[in-house]
């Protein structure tokens, strides 16, 4: 079975997801261009080479309805014979969409092929293609299907996650995104975005509040509470986990994902692809896996995504030198690493998307360019990336530096 080889990652900056951030006025299918079309130009890729394009995308509606992929790879200049399409694993989509490109080059059925990611929250906001399984009774109250930010405060109430705890570990994602950014390590991978007059739009990640503390956190009225109480969700979540007796609500703005706008592209390749086009491989897949979980709980499955994806690989927790895992929420990156013994030095070094974002279909092909760079800036090996996933789901992919 043919290798599947990362030879490149970029990606735009993550603007914020209100009508007054930078990126609103930037089309969707421009935004998811950007990227694309500077993977093309900085490795002088004769995109004609190319066998597909996937990226994900949660709302595939209005601005980024009509096979995104498909328009953002002719917007970028592509040869027209390059195909594209999109996929929605909510926010697992943009490293399931990489996951699949790996598949096809490892089945064999391509050599050269890019997947990524798109999310223009600012103009399509979550729930802009529907939430049928949270307002139909028929299926909510069998399935008791809960809001993500109603699962997080599970998690943080069965498993004994105080609020400074969740506060803590946000105030030293907002540091570690600052120290990253301050140190540019992010550098070769942003892709700055700019209007039709080449001026820059966004060349930063724009949310984030390096200044953050723990007593200001405290402030914030909890984001979830009026909500489980007024659409009885509360009431949902204690007969699915009846020992809680009851639900703590502690996740609010400050210690959950930012809203915001971003795309990005990962450059997959064979050995035969890379070599054809002039490329160097920079990390290889080791494995991926995708997995579903209790779907009231929802959030917890990165853990047992991440076992699989290990397994395949014939690794154990312990052999991975650095961890990358979306924080949805504070406590879903706190009960991962406690779940699989992981410590934090190795988890999210250069924060995460508390304090830079969470761009849904992007943010798995994001975090999987962050991991790439971040092992070669360390010349460390391998590095596990994760994602917890709506509904009860959950993707992880495993990668080793070449």
């Given at each position: 079975m043919p290798d599947a080889f990362i030879l490149d990652a970029a990606r735009t900056p993550r603007g914020r997801g209100k009508p007054d951030g930078s990126l609103h006025e930037v089309s969707p299918v421009e935004l998811a261009a950007t990227p694309l079309r500077a993977i093309a130009a900085r490795n002088h890729l004769d995109t004609a080479q190319l066998d597909d394009v996937v990226l994900g995308c949660v709302e595939p509606a209005k601005d980024q309805s009509s096979v995104i992929a498909r328009f953002a790879v002719l917007a970028a200049g592509y040869d027209q014979r390059v195909p594209g399409t999109q996929l929605n694993r909510f926010c697992g989509s943009g490293l399931e969409a990489c996951n699949l490109v790996a598949a096809k080059i490892m089945a064999g059925m391509a050599?050269?092929?890019?997947?990524?990611?798109?999310?223009?929250?600012?103009?399509?906001?979550?729930?802009?293609?529907?939430?049928?399984?949270?307002?139909?009774?028929?299926?909510?109250?069998?399935?008791?299907?809960?809001?993500?930010?109603?699962?997080?405060d599970l998690i943080a109430t069965k498993y004994g996650y105080s609020r400074r705890t969740l506060d803590e570990?946000?105030?030293?994602?907002?540091?570690?995104?600052?120290?990253?950014?301050?140190?540019?390590?992010?550098?070769?991978?942003?892709?700055?975005?700019?209007?039709?007059?080449?001026?820059?739009?966004?060349?930063?990640?724009?949310?984030?509040?390096?200044?953050?503390?723990?007593?200001?956190?405290?402030?914030?009225?909890?984001?979830?509470?009026k909500m489980g109480a007024m659409a009885g969700y509360d009431r949902v979540v204690i007969q699915a986990y009846p020992e809680i007796e009851r639900l703590q609500y502690f996740h609010h703005a400050g210690n959950s994902s930012g809203i915001v706008d971003g795309a990005a592209a990962v450059l997959f390749g064979?050995?035969?692809?890379?070599?054809?086009?002039?490329?160097?491989?920079?990390?290889?897949?080791r494995s991926f896996s995708a997995v579903g979980s209790e779907p009231t709980i929802m959030l917890t499955g990165p853990a047992e995504s991440a076992r699989i994806a290990l397994k395949r690989a014939g690794m154990s927790p312990g052999d991975i030198d650095l961890y990358e895992i979306n924080e949805a929420f504070a406590v879903v990156a706190l009960y991962f690493m406690d779940n699989l013994g992981v410590p934090h030095e190795k988890t999210n070094v250069n924060g995460g998307a508390i304090a830079m974002g969470h761009p849904l279909g992007a943010t798995g092909a994001i975090i999987l360019g962050t991991a790439v760079d971040e092992l070669e800036r360390r010349g460390a090996s391998t590095a596990l990336v994760t994602l917890c996933v709506g509904g009860g789901m959950a993707v992880a992919t495993v990668i080793e530096r070449v």
């Amino acid at each position: 079975m043919p290798d599947a080889f990362i030879l490149d990652a970029a990606r735009t900056p993550r603007g914020r997801g209100k009508p007054d951030g930078s990126l609103h006025e930037v089309s969707p299918v421009e935004l998811a261009a950007t990227p694309l079309r500077a993977i093309a130009a900085r490795n002088h890729l004769d995109t004609a080479q190319l066998d597909d394009v996937v990226l994900g995308c949660v709302e595939p509606a209005k601005d980024q309805s009509s096979v995104i992929a498909r328009f953002a790879v002719l917007a970028a200049g592509y040869d027209q014979r390059v195909p594209g399409t999109q996929l929605n694993r909510f926010c697992g989509s943009g490293l399931e969409a990489c996951n699949l490109v790996a598949a096809k080059i490892m089945a064999g059925m391509a050599d050269l092929a890019i997947g990524g990611g798109v999310e223009s929250m600012s103009r399509l906001p979550m729930g802009s293609s529907g939430a049928t399984p949270y307002v139909d009774p028929e299926l909510a109250q069998p399935l008791r299907a809960v809001p993500q930010g109603i699962s997080a405060d599970l998690i943080a109430t069965k498993y004994g996650y105080s609020r400074r705890t969740l506060d803590e570990y946000s105030v030293q994602s907002q540091r570690r995104a600052k120290a990253a950014w301050d140190s540019c390590h992010f550098k070769r991978a942003i892709v700055p975005v700019v209007d039709r007059n080449g001026l820059t739009v966004l060349d930063r990640d724009e949310i984030m509040r390096p200044d953050t503390t723990v007593e200001a956190l405290g402030s914030l009225a909890p984001a979830f509470e009026k909500m489980g109480a007024m659409a009885g969700y509360d009431r949902v979540v204690i007969q699915a986990y009846p020992e809680i007796e009851r639900l703590q609500y502690f996740h609010h703005a400050g210690n959950s994902s930012g809203i915001v706008d971003g795309a990005a592209a990962v450059l997959f390749g064979s050995a035969e692809g890379a070599k054809r086009a002039g490329l160097k491989p920079r990390a290889r897949v080791r494995s991926f896996s995708a997995v579903g979980s209790e779907p009231t709980i929802m959030l917890t499955g990165p853990a047992e995504s991440a076992r699989i994806a290990l397994k395949r690989a014939g690794m154990s927790p312990g052999d991975i030198d650095l961890y990358e895992i979306n924080e949805a929420f504070a406590v879903v990156a706190l009960y991962f690493m406690d779940n699989l013994g992981v410590p934090h030095e190795k988890t999210n070094v250069n924060g995460g998307a508390i304090a830079m974002g969470h761009p849904l279909g992007a943010t798995g092909a994001i975090i999987l360019g962050t991991a790439v760079d971040e092992l070669e800036r360390r010349g460390a090996s391998t590095a596990l990336v994760t994602l917890c996933v709506g509904g009860g789901m959950a993707v992880a992919t495993v990668i080793e530096r070449v």
